[in-house]
């Protein structure tokens, strides 16, 4: 193959890639149930608390850097004010949440859905953040996080499929406190919340340093065939 057609799999290969990789998908379809995942909101009783929740997802070849989360979102009041997200990766190994791996505070974006079917009084909302999160290792799973900060309660829907796939705790960067009862990461249904599956979408794209791997090896190989 000459140097230029070699030249054009690489374009094409980056091409490709600015597409991204889905690296877990439960978005959309019916839930049966949701647990508070909000910075700061006011609950039903009227005081702000904290509380987090993260959904297992594993890392895949050509998606090693998280690039957009989607979730749904359910939340008590219409148009309820939205200020930004925190997301956070964190190495995740059966049961066991280790390191942080990365987090970024990010504005998003808040649609409002309007009146919830499921849930008479209930709203329902797309919250959609763009992040840029690195070191995600192929074949490791990971705990992903997106929490909305807000002065209004709200959480992401789940579904009840009796997967060990969620975790929650207590947080707040604001200093309210939660109501799980848990200040550490913990199976949902350890928290006797039932164990589920956040309604949310994770984005992956290839790392830009493996791209530059990838785009000097065909490079060379092209140097090499011409001699």
């Given at each position: 193959?000459?140097?230029?057609?070699?030249?054009?799999?690489?374009?094409?290969?980056?091409?490709?890639?600015?597409?991204?990789?889905?690296?877990?998908?439960?978005?959309?379809?019916?839930?049966?149930?949701?647990?508070?995942?909000?910075?700061?909101?006011?609950?039903?009783?009227?005081?702000?608390?904290?509380?987090?929740?993260?959904?297992?997802?594993?890392?895949?070849?050509?998606?090693?850097?998280?690039?957009?989360?989607?979730?749904?979102?359910?939340?008590?009041?219409?148009?309820?004010?939205?200020?930004?997200?925190?997301?956070?990766?964190?190495?995740?190994?059966g049961?066991?949440?280790?390191?942080?791996?990365?987090?970024?505070?990010?504005?998003?974006?808040?649609?409002?859905?309007?009146?919830?079917?499921?849930?008479?009084?209930?709203?329902?909302?797309?919250?959609?953040?763009?992040?840029?999160?690195?070191?995600?290792?192929?074949?490791?799973?990971?705990?992903?996080?997106?929490?909305?900060?807000?002065?209004?309660?709200?959480?992401?829907?789940?579904?009840?499929?009796?997967?060990l796939?969620?975790?929650?705790?207590?947080?707040?960067?604001?200093?309210?406190?939660?109501?799980?009862?848990?200040?550490?990461?913990?199976?949902?249904g350890?928290?006797?919340?039932?164990?589920?599956?956040?309604?949310?979408?994770?984005?992956?794209?290839?790392?830009?340093?493996?791209?530059?791997?990838?785009?000097?090896?065909?490079?060379?190989?092209?140097?090499?065939?011409?001699?």
């Open positions: 193959m000459k140097e230029k057609g070699l030249i054009s799999v690489f374009a094409f290969v980056l091409a490709s890639s600015s597409f991204g990789t889905t690296l877990y998908d439960n978005y959309g379809g019916a839930y049966s149930s949701g647990n508070g995942n909000w910075d700061g909101g006011i609950s039903d009783l009227g005081a702000n608390i904290g509380l987090q929740v993260g959904e297992r997802v594993t890392a895949v070849d050509g998606g090693t850097e998280i690039s957009s989360i989607k979730s749904r979102v359910i939340m008590g009041v219409d148009g309820g004010a939205f200020n930004d997200a925190l997301v956070q990766v964190w190495n995740l190994s049961n066991t949440v280790g390191s942080l791996v990365g987090e970024q505070v990010v504005g998003g974006t808040f649609v409002d859905l309007g009146a919830d079917g499921n849930i008479p009084g209930f709203f329902g909302y797309d919250l959609t953040v763009n992040v840029s999160i690195g070191g995600l290792v192929a074949g490791n799973d990971y705990l992903v996080s997106v929490q909305g900060r807000s002065d209004n309660w709200g959480y992401i829907a789940r579904s009840d499929d009796s997967q796939n969620t975790f929650g705790r207590d947080f707040s960067s604001f200093g309210y406190p939660g109501e799980y009862g848990a200040t550490d990461w913990t199976e949902m350890a928290l006797s919340q039932g164990s589920g599956s956040a309604v949310m979408t994770v984005e992956a794209v290839p790392e830009p340093a493996t791209m530059a791997v990838l785009g000097l090896g065909v490079l060379g190989l092209a140097r090499r065939r011409r001699r």
